[in-house]
């Protein structure tokens, strides 16, 4: 069975359309995760920095009742996972888990201390979830610290992993 060249030019040029639509899709995808991964860099760490501007502010008065309502509005947004304030040494000031308050701040395995820096880290459950990091130093006269955010944003596992 022979094809008309009418028939060919007709399934290469579809061929070439199909190609061509995938083809672009695929980089405005792309477009769209980068943009998407920026604007929640953004988000992060303007949270963080707040958090940590607020909690300056509490721990230089020893206030660790405002800290602590601070801490349980920043876990009012629905894609923050938590929410921790530490000294230099790791040691928790304040949790959105009052519990962990006092205790040694865990890190997951993989990432650095934070240490007086800003950091920013992403990262993936056991369960496939992607976690934002974001470690903001705030310091003081008579004290340093570090407040750290923690979003979640599962829309980022639809498109995979992007490191920041």
């Not at 980089?27 to 943009?35: A, T, V």
């Not at 020893?62 to 349980?72: A, E, G, I, K, P």
């Not at 976690?131 to 310091?139: G, K, L, M």
Request: charged letters at 15%; aromatic letters at 6%; glycine letters at 8%.
């Amino acid at each position: 069975m022979r094809l008309s060249l009418k028939l060919k030019f007709s399934l290469l040029i579809t061929a070439l359309l199909v190609l061509t639509v995938a083809l672009v899709g695929f980089f405005l995808l792309q477009q769209q995760q980068y943009g998407l991964s920026e604007e929640m860099t953004k988000r992060g760490l303007t949270m963080a920095e707040n958090l940590a501007s607020g909690a300056k502010s509490a721990l230089l008065t020893n206030d660790h009742l405002n800290l602590n309502v601070l801490l349980r509005d920043a876990m009012k947004d629905p894609d923050v996972a938590y929410v921790a304030v530490a000294n230099p040494d790791g040691e928790i000031l304040g949790h959105s888990d009052v519990g962990l308050t006092g205790s040694q701040l865990e890190r997951p395995a993989g990432l650095a201390p934070a240490g007086n820096r800003l950091a920013i880290n992403n990262y993936a459950t056991a369960d496939g979830t992607r976690i934002f990091d974001f470690s903001v130093p705030a310091s003081t006269r008579r004290s340093s610290i570090c407040a750290r955010t923690c979003c979640v944003w599962p829309v980022m596992s639809a498109f995979g992993s992007s490191a920041t």
